[in-house]
């Protein structure tokens, strides 16, 4: 049964970092595509970032102060968030298609996680 679980969500002040892990079961991360996206209260999901085996991608928005990696060996992909903004609150989710094709479309992406919630707030 392929699953993915995301942790590492919480509450940080501007400027704060959270890193957020999407552990897989089910599956191995060979030749499949991870990517985190998120939406905010009253607001379409929206990509974050990916990476493939041979590609990382990321959204204007966040570009130069997040960063994604992955562990084959653990099955798990992580967001390193630095430089947090409160534009940045939402519910962070991962998710999975298989290839290696980079996009940051949701609907490439079959199967997801439940989400972790990560506000920003003074």
């Known amino acids: 049964q392929v699953q993915l679980v995301e942790s590492g969500g919480g509450s940080v002040q501007p400027g704060g970092s959270l890193r957020l892990s999407c552990t897989a079961s089910g599956f191995t991360l060979d030749y499949v595509t991870i990517g985190w996206f998120r939406q905010a209260l009253g607001k379409g999901r929206e990509g974050v970032s990916c990476i493939s085996n041979i590609r990382t991608s990321y959204a204007d928005s966040v570009n130069g102060r997040f960063t994604i990696s992955r562990d084959n060996a653990k099955r798990t992909v992580y967001l390193q968030m630095n430089s947090l903004k409160p534009e940045d609150t939402a519910v962070y989710y991962c998710?999975?298609?298989?290839?290696?094709?980079?996009?940051?479309?949701?609907?490439?992406?079959?199967?997801w996680g439940q989400g972790t919630q990560v506000t920003v707030s003074s």
């Open positions: 998710a999975t298609v298989a290839g290696i094709t980079v996009t940051l479309h949701p609907g490439a992406y079959r199967y």
